[in-house]
């Protein structure tokens, strides 16, 4: 085998690069360095309409919640959350707030620890799309989660994580 | 006069400007989901935009995977997938989007009309040479 090898030079030489290529271009190992970035613009117009940013799903803490928890943000700058789909118990003193995703009052398994909040507003209804306004100055990044929360009992109905849009 | 000229000039370039955005702003999102994938480390968003003319687009933003060889999106008719699930030996339904056009940033695919997307609710980023499921994000209602 070697000695047909050392006799046929050009010929193993012509098969060893044929075989490497074939190797490469089936594996392209080079893909694993080089990365191939795009930005393509988006199917609607940026600066005319109010563009989500932050959206997350709505789960049960103590009472059974659903729906979608969206932050917009509109053409002048103010940000507005929107429920939709939205369903949990009606209940007394129920606000919409703003809480930070390690708050220990989150986990709670009956009412009773206050959960550090900022203040959204009063749940308008207990089912159906609604709009609040939101501080012009929240810090997404640490006051990631949506609460439905009731400040009579202490209780957190349900949350939402909110991720970028 | 010529200052009229340039008046009706700006008048109408900005009632393009309107028409064009008017448009576009029709465009809203219907579903979206998250990313995710271990093996080949996987993020970002995907959700699928509905026209005013009715065109589904599927857009991908903050979005990142690995580069690999011949890499596609699909649509695949399940609830989620694992990493490198081979959906040829598993037989899952599919629709083509087309070629990943890049492994990082923002990008837009065209969807079939008359995709069932009630059916093909999971987006996946699927390596076609080696049959390898580089992340999936199940879709859900926005």
Known sequence: MISFLLKHKLLSTVAFLIVVGALWYLFRPEKLFINQRVNEAAPFAVDRDAQPIYTGRLSRKLHETSGRATVYRQP??????RLTDFHTSNGPDVHVVLATGDDPALQNT???KAL???EVGGLKGNEGDQFYKLPANTDFTRYSTVAIYCERFHAVFGTATLQPF | MNRLRKLSCIAV?????????AFAQSSTPVQTGVFHGQVHSTSGRASVYKGADGKMTLRLTDFKTSNGPDVHVLLIAANDAQDNDNFLKSNVERIELGKLKGN????????PAGADLAKFHT???YCERFNANFGTAPLEKF
């Open chain 1, 76 to 81: 002048d700058g103010t940000l507005i959350l």
């Open chain 2, 13 to 21: 370039l900005s009632l393009a400007a309107t028409v064009t955005a």
């Open chain 1, 110 to 112: 009956a009412p009773g």
């Open chain 2, 104 to 111: 990082e940033g923002d990008q837009n695919y065209d969807i």
């Open chain 1, 116 to 118: 550090a909040s900022v």
């Open chain 2, 123 to 125: 987006v996946a980023i």
